[in-house]
């Protein structure tokens, strides 16, 4: 599978059977996030493999009892360990870890496995179920495994109404 093809293929998915997902697909999903670009190449990050079931069930409770949560064999919990401003005023805890994910989502497409990254999810709450330092930034979350389903593409607005050339 081409990158192209990961990009066009990959979907949220949100139910998943319980097959657990061999060790080595999985070093290759966070082996992605390793190797992403970050702000000044300081990767500041760190990914939470999560298989435990009670750590499972915390974080099913944490997603506020999302069911692909629940499903899945395990769960990517991607944390910011610093951050500072760039000139653009952007931070970079966000976009760094931003990027690593998307990278790991893309890889985990092509190795044959679902994810769906979960906007919604209590921090304080992923922070207590996994030992996570105040001072970390919790970026974002996903269950991964064997889908149970295949979603179908959602729509996506028209190339010329989110691209433009030399002007706004």
């Not at 992605?32 to 435990?52: C, E, H, T, Y």
């Amino acid at each position: 599978m081409t990158v192209k093809e990961a990009i066009e293929t990959r979907r949220s998915v949100r139910s998943y059977s319980s097959k657990p997902v061999e060790e080595a697909l999985l070093r290759e999903v966070l082996e992605a996030g390793r190797l992403a670009p970050s702000a000044s190449n300081q990767q500041k990050w760190k990914f939470i493999l999560v298989r435990d079931p009670e750590k499972l069930a915390a974080l099913y409770e944490a997603s506020e009892r999302q069911q692909s949560v629940k499903e899945a064999p395990a769960a990517i919990v991607a944390v910011a360990t610093a951050s500072y401003d760039m000139s653009c005023g952007e931070r970079t805890a966000p976009v760094d870890t931003s990027i690593a994910f998307s990278f790991m989502l893309l890889r985990a497409q092509e190795l044959g496995l679902g994810t769906c990254w979960l906007g919604h999810f209590f921090p304080e709450q992923v922070r207590a179920a996994l030992a996570i330092p105040e001072d970390v930034e919790i970026v974002a979350v996903t269950p991964i495994g064997y889908p149970a389903e295949t979603p179908e593409a959602r729509p996506r607005l028209p190339f010329d109404e989110v691209v433009s050339y030399e002007k706004y």
